[in-house]
């Protein structure tokens, strides 16, 4: 069985505006990533070559993955995403293979973004390495090699996770593999309003729910926890209907919901 058919390559759909707060980072990946994949010709012709690799790190839950979809979605690339504990689970024996396939799957369907989630998996730093195998240093090995050969505006960019810079194998932040860091908060209130916002968008809000109230009490709760909540509330508007004997049918979800909500998912900061 060919592992490149296992290796599956999308088409995300999320635009920059579906994620709220994290401007700076948003301007820094449209500059590393979305601009050289559209416009490779304006580097060429102004000498500079745009980063192969790029790490984003920060707490689990801030959106880290949404914005390496998003930065494919509006370069208008394709992406395939791979998680690094699979890399070692689901090709026992063949994780360096499996890197290889990844890389030449990517060229050929370039423009391509690899986006390597929980990267600390598959390239911890030697002291941190648990095998006695070398299954990791061939993987590390190979991953670098694979980055190594990438051409700079030929299409193919990388973007990495993890909640542990520190750590990775040093070797992969040396320049012409991860040189981009970027730090990824957690979001601050004006952060929290607009993931309210984002996560509301389709939901039919009663007068009296008030976001910025949301955003002040939500200190520690990261975008995905803000979307738990939200979808937590209006499950609760459903079931309250259920319970009054209105039967299944859209309801308003009104503030209150919001704060029971808010007492079934605790902040993960
Ligand atoms: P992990 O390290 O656990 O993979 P992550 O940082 O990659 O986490 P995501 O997977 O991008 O986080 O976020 C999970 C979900 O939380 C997203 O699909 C999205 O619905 C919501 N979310 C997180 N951050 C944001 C944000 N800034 N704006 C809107 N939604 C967000």
């Known amino acids: 069985p060919s592992l490149i058919r296992e290796i599956y390559v999308e088409v995300p759909e999320v635009h920059w505006d579906d994620i709220g707060g994290l401007e700076d980072v948003k301007q820094q990946l449209r500059e ?28 689990p ?34 994780s360096e293979k499996a890197i290889r396939e990844i890389f030449r799957r990517a060229r050929q369907v370039a423009p391509t973004i690899i ?12 002291g941190m390495r648990h095998d006695t195998s070398g299954v990791t240093d061939r993987i590390v090995n190979q ?50 309003l607009e993931i309210f916002r984002i996560h509301t968008r389709k939901m039919p809000l009663a007068d009296d729910v008030d976001l910025e109230k949301l955003a002040e ?31 299944l049918k859209p309801q308003p979800v009104r503030m209150e919901h919001f704060l029971k909500a808010l007492k079934a998912v605790p902040p993960s900061l």
């Open 32 to 59: 590393a990533v979305e601009w050289p994949l559209k416009h490779p010709e304006v580097f060429e012709s102004m000498g500079i070559r745009p980063p192969k690799g790029i790490l984003l790190f920060g707490p």
């Open 61 to 94: 839950g801030v959106g880290k993955t949404l914005l390496a979809k998003a930065a494919a979605t509006e370069s208008g690339a394709n992406f395939i995403a791979v998680r690094g504990p699979e890399i070692l689970s689901k090709w026992v024996g063949e």
């Open 115 to 126: 986006f390597f989630d929980e990267i600390d998996a598959i390239a911890p730093a030697r």
């Open 143 to 192: 991953l670098l090699t694979e980055m190594d050969g990438i051409v700079p505006l030929q299409n193919v960019v990388v973007i990495a996770a993890t909640n542990r810079p520190d750590i990775l194998d040093p070797a992969l932040l040396r320049p012409g593999r991860f040189d981009r860091l970027i730090y990824v908060p957690p979001p601050d209130k004006k952060a929290r």
């Open 217 to 247: 009490m939500t200190e520690g709760y990261t975008g995905a926890d803000i979307e738990a909540v939200c979808r937590e509330a209006a499950m609760i508007a459903l079931r309250e209907a259920i319970q009054k004997g209105q039967g």
